[in-house]
């Protein structure tokens, strides 16, 4: 399970496909707006009566600058006072949500995503947090996992030493490319020495964790100018890695519009800069953990995946699969049981609906059986590149092979290129195809056929 990956250009021509990236399952394209605020309510008191443990989102949108590539649920302003509406409806959520929760249900994990969480000023952020120990019962001894995203651009040794005092002890933060010709095509002007000084401030306050994001595939870019970014995060030491593939997609995101598409790296420098990015990775010591993820030996996610115990959800890899994870903020999603909800994506229909005493729950889905089968699989593939045929047949009184019947011939097609190993009792997927398990977790996706006019980005 922990051999290296090993690079084949082959493999990857044959195999780099378009399709989801996994964070669930089924994924919210699946969403329909027949789920709303009594689902959510019902699935809560189910989490009450199980004493089940919770991660909790908070989605915090603002965000002072845009960035040309970014595909998330953002507002852009100036306006600082735009916050306040929203962090009161905020707090109007907390309130709903938490009066059918149980106070026992402990939050192991927190999570501030955005936009720019720290676009809020530090009385802002401490309320917050106040509210959020107020309504959930969040630990105070510094044993949960704390997270909060961070645009070194937007924070100081005085917001880190802020976010320490409230509470947080991981933080992540955004990169993308230190090169300055490709931050001013993606509007991002970062130096390094503005990233390096919130790290230091991080290891001097002593987070727990430090991830940093980079993308590859930005306009401007080349196998040696991002290969010189890579050598500069190393010597940063961090102890997660996100190494993202730039998905160009500007019918869907608008910013990306203003990106000029000539200007974006042909495929084979994209292939050229992940092989030499995994070379660098693996020579300083990370891990490669799957989906874009590398992480030092010591660290939890390393450890999880060795030991048998990490898992996949709207989160990304973590190590709190087994929480029911609540989202609260505009676009947030749950996952509570064998529900998925989301809240509205719109600023105003998300505040106007907590402003008129409702939750803004506007979509999401019920799994089946079916669903629960797949996940169980994907989930089993996507964290741990091999799957026992004999645990998924005891834990869902099936036989594997039958229940699959009509994909076996296209597993023995993965088997006879390299992608995987296939026998009577698995699949384990081949360092040369650790790279593409996306490819072969779709082939586990019941809904993936009926979705010819979604775009998704592809594996590589």
Same mark, same amino acid.
């Not at 916050?83 to 905020?90: E, G």
């Not at 953990?289 to 048998?308: K, N």
């Not at 809240?343 to 409702?358: I, R, T």
């Given at each position: 399970?922990?051999?290296?990956?090993?690079?084949?250009?082959?493999?990857?021509?044959?195999? #780099?496909? =378009?399709?989801?990236?996994?964070?669930?399952?089924?994924?919210?394209?699946?969403?329909?707006? !027949? &789920?709303?605020? @009594? *689902?959510?309510?019902?699935?809560?008191?189910?989490?009450?009566?199980?004493?089940?443990?919770?991660?909790?989102?908070?989605?915090?949108?603002?965000?002072?600058?845009?960035?040309?590539?970014?595909?998330?649920?953002?507002?852009?302003?100036?306006?600082?006072?735009?916050?306040?509406?929203?962090?009161?409806?905020?707090?109007?959520?907390?309130?709903?949500?938490?009066?059918?929760?149980?106070?026992?249900?402990?939050?192991?994990?927190?999570?501030?995503?955005?936009?720019?969480?720290?676009?809020?000023?530090?009385?802002?952020?401490?309320?917050?947090?106040?509210?959020?120990?107020?309504?959930?019962?969040?630990?105070?001894?510094?044993?949960?996992?704390?997270?909060?995203?961070?645009?070194?651009?937007?924070? #100081?040794? =005085?917001?880190?030493?802020?976010?320490?005092?409230?509470?947080?002890?991981?933080?992540?933060? !955004? &990169?993308?490319? @230190? *090169?300055?010709?490709?931050?001013?095509?993606?509007?991002?002007?970062?130096?390094?020495?503005?990233?390096?000084?919130?790290?230091?401030?991080?290891?001097?306050?002593?987070?727990?964790?430090?991830?940093?994001?980079?993308?590859?595939?930005?306009?401007?870019?080349?196998?040696?100018?991002?290969?010189?970014?890579?050598?500069?995060?190393?010597?940063?030491?961090?102890?997660?890695?996100?190494?993202?593939?730039?998905?160009?997609?500007?019918?869907?995101?608008?910013?990306?519009?203003?990106?000029?598409?000539?200007?974006?790296?042909?495929?084979?420098?994209?292939?050229?800069?992940?092989?030499?990015?995994?070379?660098?990775?693996?020579?300083?010591?990370?891990?490669?953990?799957?989906?874009?993820?590398?992480?030092?030996?010591?660290?939890?996610?390393?450890?999880?995946?060795?030991?048998?115990?990490?898992?996949?959800?709207?989160?990304?890899?973590?190590?709190?699969?087994?929480?029911?994870?609540?989202?609260?903020?505009?676009?947030?999603?749950?996952?509570?049981?064998?529900?998925?909800?989301?809240?509205?994506?719109?600023?105003?229909?998300?505040?106007?609906?907590?402003?008129?005493?409702?939750?803004?729950?506007?979509?999401?889905?019920?799994?089946?059986?079916?669903?629960?089968?797949?996940?169980?699989?994907?989930?089993?593939?996507?964290?741990?590149?091999?799957?026992?045929?004999?645990?998924?047949?005891?834990?869902?009184?099936?036989?594997?092979?039958?229940?699959?019947?009509?994909?076996?011939?296209?597993?023995?097609?993965?088997?006879?290129?390299?992608?995987?190993?296939?026998?009577?009792?698995?699949?384990?997927?081949?360092?040369?195809?650790?790279?593409?398990?996306?490819?072969?977790?779709?082939?586990?996706?019941?809904?993936?056929?009926?979705?010819?006019?979604?775009?998704?980005?592809?594996?590589?």
């Amino acid at each position: 399970m922990l051999d290296t990956l090993r690079w084949d250009a082959d493999l990857i021509r044959r195999y #780099d496909l =378009a399709g989801p990236r996994y964070t669930s399952y089924p994924t919210a394209v699946q969403f329909h707006d !027949g &789920v709303g605020p @009594f *689902d959510l309510l019902h699935a809560l008191r189910d989490s009450a009566q199980a004493r089940r443990a919770l991660s909790l989102y908070v989605h915090l949108p603002f965000c002072a600058h845009i960035c040309y590539y970014c595909a998330c649920n953002k507002v852009i302003t100036k306006d600082r006072g735009r916050s306040a509406l929203y962090l009161q409806r905020l707090q109007q959520e907390m309130s709903q949500v938490a009066r059918h929760l149980d106070r026992a249900q402990v939050v192991e994990q927190l999570h501030f995503g955005g936009g720019t969480p720290t676009f809020l000023s530090h009385d802002e952020l401490r309320q917050l947090m106040t509210d959020l120990r107020q309504h959930f019962h969040l630990l105070d001894d510094d044993g949960g996992d704390y997270s909060i995203e961070i645009d070194p651009r937007e924070a #100081d040794w =005085a917001t880190m030493g802020l976010l320490r005092d409230i509470g947080f002890n991981r933080v992540s933060l !955004g &990169v993308q490319d @230190f *090169d300055p010709a490709v931050q001013r095509a993606v509007n991002r002007l970062q130096s390094l020495e503005e990233t390096r000084a919130i790290v230091e401030a991080a290891r001097t306050l002593q987070f727990r964790s430090i991830n940093l994001d980079l993308i590859y595939g930005l306009p401007l870019q080349s196998p040696d100018s991002f290969a010189r970014t890579v050598e500069e995060v190393i010597a940063l030491q961090p102890d997660r890695l996100s190494v993202f593939n730039y998905a160009h997609l500007p019918e869907r995101f608008p910013p990306q519009r203003r990106i000029n598409a000539d200007d974006l790296p042909s495929p084979g420098a994209k292939l050229e800069m992940l092989q030499r990015t995994i070379e660098q990775l693996s020579a300083a010591g990370y891990r490669y953990i799957g989906m874009d993820h590398f992480a030092l030996p010591d660290d939890e996610l390393a450890i999880a995946q060795e030991d048998g115990t990490l898992q996949r959800n709207f989160q990304g890899y973590t190590t709190h699969g087994h929480c029911d994870l609540i989202g609260l903020g505009v676009s947030s999603i749950s996952q509570i049981g064998d529900l998925y909800c989301q809240n509205s994506n719109d600023l105003n229909d998300y505040q106007g609906s907590l402003g008129n005493g409702q939750l803004a729950t506007r979509r999401g889905l019920h799994c089946n059986a079916d669903d629960r089968i797949r996940r169980a699989v994907i989930q089993q593939l996507i964290c741990h590149f091999q799957l026992d045929f004999v645990a998924i047949e005891q834990q869902f009184a099936i036989d594997f092979k039958a229940y699959f019947a009509e994909l076996w011939p296209q597993l023995q097609a993965c088997a006879a290129d390299g992608l995987i190993r296939l026998d009577e009792r698995g699949i384990e997927i081949n360092p040369a195809g650790r790279l593409l398990v996306r490819s072969v977790c779709m082939l586990f996706d019941h809904y993936l056929p009926l979705q010819s006019t979604q775009r998704f980005s592809r594996v590589i």
